[in-house]
């Protein structure tokens, strides 16, 4: 079973081959054509914990592992780094089921992925002979970054290069990048938009594959969603919260269990659409934007257009214009057809916007449902649900808790809860009534929230505000590609 690139199915990788790369040499991101080869023994998943889940998706997923070498990679990557033993536990808040994803080193969903990922690109190193380092480059909205830089830190044989937008990620998250310490990191702002930071990353890519820069010296990788090493441990907590809702008599197995997923560059949710295929429940899968809703716009008409306003909103991590993951789902859709989707990217490229062909329109649309919530309607979730229920959303989850209340049907809901709500304090104590927190710095404004609720903070959070800022690199765009070389130890 070989990964594809998405925009040709000739050009073919080993699992550990496309965990290396991170991406495809024509631009394409590395994809199965299909899963049959990796069916979840459902009949089993009541009984394994959340560590068994993952080496088990993970060794399906990855079939150059086995399930023992997987087990002992998953013990590596999360043993006494979550602060519960299941990872990701599911609360029940109202008549719906939040799936608390942020409880790991850095208050987001991405360490579930990126506690993972250094462990299997450094056996992939092993696998395949490999002595170079391997160079990370990592675009951020706000939350991969901090969550790629904790989990690359010190981790020998590797250097991570993390491009923020300026101005475009909260404060905690700014800092929590800023203040990383480690010998084989860098941290560096970009003038631009996540867009820009993307764009920027995937052009280095292209130019490596051309001019190989590196040579001898390092290879590069990436941490985005982009890297099937990145995606593949997310699709274990779909197969997780089933599990708990199966233990607690919730649902029968085979019951279709829906999942709100709030969405930006489209990773989390296109995990669940590979949990389905390989064999989950699923029912329909919410895809959850802020104003930025480029996505729920093409899930309704099957235009994907790009040339619209881009809007900083109160949840950053979902800033995004260009969702480089849908180009997988747009792959299984279109039956394997590499030429459609190089098609697509070309339009996408070359015109800012291109039209699904109406076939793999109904595919996407039998399988996901799409909606929007601005910043006024994030809050105000966020204020309704903690007066309800007395359980605080981020500002991240809001948007998908809103838009769950909007397009849920009746089977069983899980929202993906992907952030801590202390990581965006301002929108949160504001939808707590602190109006009064004009002119409070971001960590009192913690403090406040945990004065009027009760909810402890997290303390790699907490300590933050101790912490000196190491980082102080703001590039331009045409000098990432220059500013990468110098962190690969190149004098140019
Ligand atoms: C990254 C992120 C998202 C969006 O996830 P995608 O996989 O990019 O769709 C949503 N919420 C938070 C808090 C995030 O960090």
Known sequence: MHYQSTRNPSLTATASQAVLRGIAPDGGLYMLPGFSEAQFPMERLAALSACEISATVLALLLPDFTQAEMTGLVQAAYRSKFETEDL????????????????????????????????LITASKAKNGIQEDILILTATSGDTGKAALEGFC??????IVVFYPNGGVSAIQ???????????????????????????????????????????RARLSSANSIN????????????????????????????AVDFAVPTGNFGDILAGCIAKRMGLPAGRFICASNANNVLSDFLHTGVYDRRRTFYKTL?????????????????????????????YMRDLASQGYYRLAPDALSAIQAELLAGWAGDAATVAAIRRVYEAHGYLLDTHTAVAWDVAERLGGGNPMVVLATASPYKFPSAVLCALGGEAANGLDEFARMRRIHEITGLP???GLRDLEALPALHGD???????????????????
């Open 154 to 159: 010190d981790v020998p044989g590797t250097r």
């Open 228 to 255: 099937i090493g990145r995606l593949a441990p997310q699709v274990m907590y779909y197969f997780k919260a089933y599990a708990d809702l199966l233990r607690r008599g919730r649902i029968s197995m085979g019951d």
């Open 174 to 216: 700014k800092s929590q990048m800023v203040t990383q310490k480690g010998k084989n990191v860098a941290v560096c702002a970009l003038n631009g938009n996540f867009d820009d930071a993307q764009s920027g990353v995937k052009a280095i890519f292209a130019r490596c594959e051309a001019e190989n820069p590196l040579r001898g």
């Open 474 to 492: 703001v590039v331009e765009r045409q000098d990432m590609f220059r500013y990468v070389l110098s962190k690969a130890g190149d004098a140019q």
């Open 88 to 119: 990701t536990p599911l609360v029940q808040v109202g008549d719906r089921y939040v799936l608390e994803l942020f409880r790991g080193p850095t208050s987001a969903f991405k360490d579930i992925a990126l506690s993972a990922l250094p462990h």
């Open 315 to 343: 949840s950053p991590s979902m800033d995004i214009l260009i969702s480089s993951n849908l180009e997988r789902l747009l792959y299984l859709v279109s039956g394997c057809d590499g030429e459609a989707v190089a098609g």
């Open 457 to 459: 903070i997290p303390p």
